[in-house]
């Protein structure tokens, strides 16, 4: 008679899991039954700027454990940190997601887009066909280098509080307070509502 093959602490092959290791996936559980909210900032400088903007925001809603709530109206505005008139203007605008995925997973795959995109990385604030940064996700504040939770910079550039206020008034910024008080402490010069534009919801 062959004995029983029992998967137990006697069985050799059978190594013990980390402790780290089942928190990342008592975590990653908890996750998946918990979607967050996440905000994101989309920019285009380059290229046909709508049908970028439009392409990242179906590529993001094609993202498993993504799924987009809310897109803001489209903004152009000048560009914010470099000379005036050494780049062409932006179209900004703002979605509101909500995610299965970690924070760093959304990171990853926000850069994905923006490769997908051709996003060209070289100088600091140089022009690009696309642009994708996490302004927020859910409560989180962290001050990593490799995601900074809010975005370090967000509460002080309109072309993230102009199209954030509008899809949303009364949104705060974790940390920072409410977007519309934060809208009111930056310039809106160069900062402009394009109603002749319309970017789609995913359906
Ligand atoms: N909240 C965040 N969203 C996106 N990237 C972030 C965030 N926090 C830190 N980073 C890091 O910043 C690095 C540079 O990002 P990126 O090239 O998009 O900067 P940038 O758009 O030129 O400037 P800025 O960060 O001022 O928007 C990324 O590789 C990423 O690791
Ligand atoms: N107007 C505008 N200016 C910028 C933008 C942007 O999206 N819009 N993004 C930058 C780097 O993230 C730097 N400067």
Known sequence: MTAPFLKGPSDPTVQPVPASVVEKVDAADTTLHNPKRAVLSLGSNLGNRLETLQGAIDALEDTP??????????????????????????????????????????????????????????????????????????????DDPHLTLPHPRAHERAFVLAPWHDLEPEAQLPGRGAVADLLGTVPQDGVAPREDLELRLPE
């Not at 979605?95 to 060209?120: C, D, G, I, M, N």
Request: net charge negative.
């Open 65 to 142: 454990g993504v799924r987009i709530k809310g897109v803001s109206p489209v903004y152009e505005t000048e560009p914010w940190g470099v000379e005036p008139g050494s780049q062409p203007t932006y179209f900004n605008a703002i979605v509101v997601l909500k995610t299965t995925l970690p924070p760093s997973s959304l990171l990853e795959r926000a850069h994905a887009v923006e490769e997908a995109f051709h996003r060209v990385r070289d100088e600091r604030w140089g022009a690009r066909t696309l642009d994708v940064d996490i302004v927020a996700y859910a409560e989180l504040v962290s």
